[in-house]
C-alpha cells in the first residue's frame, strides 16, 4: 500500500462514519451489487444541513477511504454546498490517489 498516502491509509484503517441512519431522510445507492464496488449513503438533514452521513459500502481500500472522506467534508455543509462536492475535493482530501483508483473518488462524490 505504499502508493497511497497516509491519509488514504488512515480512511481505510479507521474509517468514518460507517453505519446506517435509521431515520434518514434521504438514501442512495450507486454502483453495480453483482460485479464491482456498491456504496448505500445515508443522509440526515435538519434546516437545509446535513447534520449526519453515514454509508455501507463493498469496495477496496481505496473506495472504503474515499467513502470516509467525503462523509467529513459533507457534514455541517447546506444541502446545495454538499451537491457541490466532487471527486477532485475527495482525492484533495486524502492527499491525493493513484491514477489508477481516481476512479473509487467518483464513486463517493455521485
Do not use: W
Request: glycine share 8%; aromatic share 6%.
Amino acid at each position: 500500500m505504499n502508493e497511497y498516502s497516509d491519509k488514504v491509509i488512515e480512511h481505510f484503517q479507521n474509517p468514518r462514519n460507517v453505519g446506517f441512519i435509521e431515520d434518514a431522510n434521504g438514501i442512495g445507492e450507486i454502483g453495480d451489487t453483482d460485479c464491482g464496488d456498491f456504496m448505500k449513503v445515508f443522509i440526515k438533514v435538519e434546516n437545509d444541513i446535513l447534520t449526519d452521513v453515514k454509508y455501507q459500502i463493498r469496495g477496496c481500500p481505496a473506495s472504503i477511504a474515499c467513502a470516509s472522506a467525503m462523509t467529513e467534508l459533507a457534514i455541517g455543509k447546506n444541502l446545495d454546498d454538499a451537491l457541490m462536492l466532487n471527486d477532485m475535493d475527495i482525492v484533495d482530501a486524502l492527499d491525493g490517489l493513484p491514477e489508477f483508483k481516481i476512479h473509487c473518488s467518483v464513486l463517493s462524490a455521485s
